[in-house]
């Protein structure tokens, strides 16, 4: 079983900036498709970003497109989300996931489709 260990979040002023780890026990991590979502209070876990197995080719939800960057490191078992120009609408808890059985596409914007998932890191935006 893949455990995942996020971390890295914070409390932070509008504008600021942040960088979310998380790190996979894995022994194949670079056959996952890796994601990051988020949840608010009372909203549904929504998409965030998502990263394919080598890592060249990235899909972004609107919201924060051009203001966060997923990479992964395969080397160091590691994927992180920078997370630029935060906004109070920002504010909600992080979960990175892994994907190990499908293939790269649109599936990885669906949380519905990941296996594991971490323990998920809190990220507050003040304004």
């Known amino acids: 079983q893949v455990q995942l260990v996020d971390s890295g979040g914070g409390l932070v002023q509008a504008g600021g900036s942040l960088r979310l780890s998380c790190a996979a026990s894995g022994r194949t991590f670079s056959s996952y498709v890796m994601g990051w979502f988020r949840q608010a209070p009372g909203k549904e876990r929504e998409f965030v970003a998502a990263?394919?197995?080598?890592?060249?080719?990235?899909y972004y939800a609107d919201s924060v497109k051009g203001r966060f960057t997923i990479s992964r490191a395969n080397a160091k078992n590691t994927v992180y989300l920078q997370m630029n120009s935060l906004k109070p609408e920002d504010t909600a808890v992080y979960y990175c996931a892994a994907d190990i059985s499908t293939g790269w596409g649109l599936e990885a914007m669906d949380s519905y489709e990941y296996d594991y998932w971490g323990q998920g890191s809190q990220v507050t935006v003040s304004s």
């Open positions: 990263i394919s197995r080598s890592g060249s080719s990235t």
